[in-house]
């Protein structure tokens, strides 16, 4: 039996963040994950492994259609799918590596089992050779994030239908892909697949792809990804299928009735959302109460219904993001430490690395009417960049968001290459409480892309240069 200050229910971007600051801080501190390489979903069959694809396929891509406009003959490329994956799979594997020296590096102890709250103070692990450890700790934080979401009728097996997990992992290019559900995941994978040769169709409930994101990046995305082979069916619902060993027939029925009709795949992706890993977790033994979806209420400190026990990440909603997780781990971490954790989250940014990327910050426009707000909005085309123009990458747009009397900046949608990287500026502002001037009156190195967000905060006040 061993006594922490705190152990971390989970070893994913929250979990294993929040240990590390923990130790920083002088807590004794230990981790407990199911898997043996920590990282959680995000860096094992996640966010890395998807991004390591999404940059291998791009590059087929440029190989295959993009690189006779650079006067770049290559011929036709080959796919060696083997060797993509092989490299995939060395990206987490040293990225899993890194995070075990951490842990040892900060005094994290790390075991590797499945954990039960027995209650507030006690944590019971189940080892894979049968045994059992007991931890006695002050505070327990619960940090198991989340888990695809299924679709009633639609079994997964992760052969012929695959949740995110499988479509990291297919053995061969599938004929027709479709995806069950146009957000980030969908898009992502059905982008990677598509470069590499499927026929990809993505089945979408909501009238437009993206529904959580901003109006305008929503159709773009929808018409640039078109452009790119994607095709789209939305406002569709999945009422049945039919699973052979040949393929999967998909029925279908619009959303606001009429006719409904049948999609023939070889594969099938279900990224409907997530939903959380509350699961076995004996949370009623610890006095930890969850909503109807599963979701751990918490306060603003991180703080469940029960004395000494926390939660971060996935399990208790929102934004459903690693950075987010891990903001919130390192807050937590503060708060066990006596310290002041805080975190904004309008200044939380959200990314889609399909190509171009799509990012996301605070309010969208479709926020600020519906508030009725008072608001100004700054636009500027990546056509009009010339760095843009230069690496032949023009689609896209930065928005700024400000508000008419104060200026202040209450949001950025990008669609550009590395939207991802631009909109870190704008949320560093936001964090500041930043005016578009403040941005205006940035000096940005010439020729970036990061001039196009400077130039739609002039636009916000009125007075783009370029455009």
């Given at each position: 039996?061993?006594?922490?200050?705190?152990?971390?229910?989970?070893?994913?971007p929250?979990?294993?963040?929040?240990?590390?600051?923990?130790?920083?801080?002088?807590?004794?501190?230990?981790?407990?994950?199911?898997?043996?390489?920590?990282?959680?979903?995000?860096?094992?069959?996640?966010?890395?492994?998807?991004?390591?694809?999404?940059?291998?396929?791009?590059?087929?891509?440029?190989a295959?259609r993009?690189?006779?406009?650079?006067?770049?003959?290559v011929?036709?490329?080959?796919?060696?799918?083997?060797?993509?994956?092989?490299?995939?799979?060395?990206?987490?594997?040293?990225?899993?590596k890194?995070i075990?020296?951490l842990?040892?590096?900060?005094?994290?102890?790390?075991v590797?089992?499945?954990?039960?709250?027995?209650?507030a103070?006690?944590?019971?692990?189940?080892?894979d050779?049968?045994?059992?450890?007991?931890?006695?700790?002050?505070?327990?934080?619960?940090?198991?994030g989340?888990?695809?979401?299924?679709?009633?009728?639609?079994?997964?097996?992760?052969?012929?239908?695959?949740?995110?997990?499988g479509?990291?992992?297919?053995?061969?290019?599938?004929?027709?892909l479709?995806?069950?559900?146009?957000?980030?995941i969908?898009?992502e994978?059905g982008?990677?697949?598509?470069?590499?040769?499927?026929q990809?169709?993505?089945?979408?409930?909501?009238?437009?792809?993206?529904?959580?994101?901003?109006?305008?990046?929503?159709?773009?995305?929808q018409?640039t990804?078109?452009k790119?082979?994607?095709?789209?069916?939305?406002?569709?619902r999945?009422t049945?299928?039919?699973?052979?060993d040949d393929?999967?027939?998909?029925?279908?029925?619009?959303v606001?009735?009429?006719?409904?009709?049948?999609?023939?795949?070889?594969?099938?992706?279900?990224?409907?959302?997530?939903?959380?890993?509350?699961?076995?977790?004996?949370?009623?033994?610890?006095g930890?109460?969850?909503?109807?979806?599963?979701?751990?209420?918490?306060?603003?400190?991180?703080?469940?219904?029960?004395?000494?026990?926390?939660?971060?990440?996935?399990?208790?909603?929102?934004?459903?993001?690693?950075?987010?997780?891990e903001?919130?781990?390192?807050a937590?971490?503060?708060?066990?430490?006596?310290?002041?954790?805080?975190?904004?989250y309008d200044?939380?940014?959200?990314?889609?690395?399909?190509?171009?990327?799509?990012?996301?910050m605070?309010?969208?426009?479709?926020?600020l009417?519906e508030?009725?707000?008072?608001y100004?909005?700054?636009?500027?085309?990546?056509?009009?960049?010339?760095?843009?123009?230069a690496?032949?990458?023009t689609?896209g747009?930065?928005?700024?968001?400000?508000?008419?009397?104060?200026?202040?900046?209450?949001?950025?949608h990008?669609?550009a290459?590395e939207?991802?990287?631009?909109?870190?500026?704008?949320?560093l502002?936001?964090?500041f409480?930043?005016?578009?001037?403040?941005?205006?009156r940035?000096?940005?190195?010439?020729?970036?892309?990061?001039?196009?967000?400077?130039?739609?905060a002039?636009?916000?006040?009125?007075?783009a240069?370029?455009?």
């Amino acid at each position: 039996m061993s006594a922490y200050d705190a152990v971390i229910i989970g070893g994913g971007p929250g979990g294993y963040v929040a240990a590390i600051r923990a130790a920083q801080l002088g807590l004794t501190v230990a981790c407990v994950d199911k898997r043996p390489t920590l990282g959680g979903t995000c860096l094992n069959v996640g966010c890395i492994p998807s991004k390591a694809l999404l940059q291998s396929s791009w590059l087929f891509d440029m190989a295959a259609r993009q690189m006779g406009a650079h006067g770049i003959d290559v011929g036709t490329p080959g796919l060696d799918l083997g060797a993509m994956m092989q490299r995939k799979e060395k990206v987490v594997g040293d990225l899993t590596k890194g995070i075990t020296q951490l842990f040892k590096k900060n005094g994290v102890t790390h075991v590797t089992g499945t954990a039960t709250l027995k209650d507030a103070n006690t944590v019971s692990v189940a080892k894979d050779d049968g045994s059992t450890e007991v931890l006695e700790t002050r505070n327990v934080v619960l940090a198991t994030g989340s888990e695809s979401a299924h679709l009633p009728g639609l079994d997964v097996d992760e052969r012929r239908v695959v949740t995110s997990t499988g479509a990291l992992a297919l053995e061969r290019v599938p004929g027709h892909l479709v995806v069950v559900g146009a957000g980030v995941i969908g898009l992502e994978l059905g982008s990677v697949w598509r470069r590499l040769g499927a026929q990809v169709t993505v089945v979408e409930y909501l009238d437009r792809i993206l529904p959580t994101m901003d109006g305008e990046v929503s159709k773009t995305m929808q018409r640039t990804l078109k452009k790119q082979g994607l095709a789209f069916r939305t406002g569709q619902r999945v009422t049945g299928a039919e699973i052979g060993d040949d393929g999967v027939t998909l029925s279908l029925e619009p959303v606001k009735g009429g006719e409904g009709s049948t999609l023939e795949a070889d594969t099938v992706l279900v990224a409907v959302g997530r939903r959380p890993n509350t699961d076995g977790l004996g949370l009623d033994a610890a006095g930890v109460a969850t909503d109807e979806r599963g979701f751990i209420p918490v306060d603003d400190h991180f703080r469940t219904g029960a004395a000494g026990v926390y939660a971060i990440g996935d399990v208790v909603g929102g934004q459903m993001l690693a950075h987010k997780a891990e903001d919130e781990g390192v807050a937590v971490a503060e708060i066990l430490a006596g310290q002041h954790g805080h975190i904004d989250y309008d200044a939380i940014p959200s990314v889609v690395y399909t190509h171009p990327e799509a990012a996301g910050m605070g309010a969208t426009e479709e926020d600020l009417k519906e508030q009725g707000a008072d608001y100004v909005a700054g636009r500027f085309p990546m056509s009009a960049n010339s760095r843009a123009r230069a690496i032949g990458d023009t689609e896209g747009f930065v928005k700024i968001l400000a508000h008419a009397g104060t200026d202040e900046v209450l949001g950025c949608h990008i669609v550009a290459p590395e939207a991802g990287d631009l909109i870190s500026e704008v949320v560093l502002g936001r964090e500041f409480r930043a005016a578009s001037e403040d941005i205006a009156r940035t000096c940005h190195a010439h020729p970036q892309l990061g001039e196009a967000v400077k130039e739609a905060a002039l636009d916000a006040l009125g007075r783009a240069i370029h455009a």
